[in-house]
């Protein structure tokens, strides 16, 4: 940790550091690549970051704020599949070889990403192959995710889906105030806004959430996590999962690093 740490020091002042969890499990060296190539980009509420049908040029690593992935119906893009956070990116496709997104990415809660050029990520990839193996394993986790946010929607109920959605959001973006309208939740629920509005009032009256105009607040997360579905436990298991196993090869990479030079400083020696 103590050699990352001086290396990431050496790095560029003017540069960006990484808020993403995707770039942070990077080992240092592979680090060092991408900071030079990566351009911090304001996310405004309401901007689209790829459109369905169109050439994926760039990838967003978040690290603040809160992307929701719209799937097409009705040929129109309008049913939520997946919530992206500071633990993840939009347009990680493009490692499975598709240059066209068949999503539509929507910025729900305004942040901050690293945005990086698939064309600069072309051409240095032989040189950051970790990063290919996490975003390769952030995708499956992704697949994990919105196949159970399905399941979810045709088994569950709309109050402890609205638990779950809330508990992930704030999981996601690291805020217990959530600048969301109730439109947006209905929008991402797939439901009318006066059910939306019934179900924030039932919270606020248990003392789960507070509202204020555009602002969710939970005020107690135990609370809203008995009320939330089992799915929610499932998934958030999931996630933790794959963040152990970011660390575990981390820290594998790093000890192969220091292995392979304390054998080159023996042999010069």
Request: glycine share 6%; net charge positive; with cysteine.
């Amino acid at each position: 940790m103590l050699i990352e740490h001086k290396v990431l020091s050496s790095l560029r002042e003017d540069g960006p550091r990484p808020g993403n969890a995707l770039l942070q499990s990077l080992p240092v060296h592979e680090l060092a690549v991408l900071m030079p190539l990566l351009e911090r980009v304001p996310l405004a509420p309401r901007r689209v970051l790829q459109h369905a049908g169109l050439p994926i040029e760039h990838l967003f690593f978040v690290e603040s704020g809160l992307v929701s992935v719209l799937a097409k119906v009705d040929g129109r893009s309008g049913a939520e599949v997946l919530l992206i956070g500071h633990d993840g990116a939009v347009g990680a496709t493009v490692m499975l070889g598709g240059d066209t997104s068949d999503l539509t990415y929507f910025v729900q809660i305004g942040g901050s990403a690293l945005r990086l050029s698939v064309d600069d990520l072309n051409r240095v990839a032989p040189e950051v192959p970790t990063l290919s193996q996490a975003l390769k394993g952030y995708l499956h986790l992704c697949l994990m995710q919105s196949s159970q946010s399905a399941a979810c929607s045709l088994r569950h109920a709309f109050v402890p889906r609205l638990a779950r959605w809330l508990l992930d959001a704030r999981d996601r973006s690291g805020l217990d105030r959530l600048p969301i309208t109730q439109d947006l939740l209905a929008r991402s629920l797939g439901v009318h806004r006066p059910t939306v509005s019934c179900a924030v009032k039932d919270f606020e009256s248990a003392g789960v959430c507070a509202k204020d105009r555009g602002v969710v607040h939970i005020v107690d997360r135990l609370k809203l996590e008995r009320v939330a579905c089992h799915c929610y436990r499932f998934l958030r298991a999931q996630s933790d999962k794959w963040e152990r196993s970011k660390v575990k090869r981390k820290i594998v990479i790093a000890m192969s690093s220091m292995l392979a030079a304390l054998e080159a400083e023996l042999l010069a020696s």
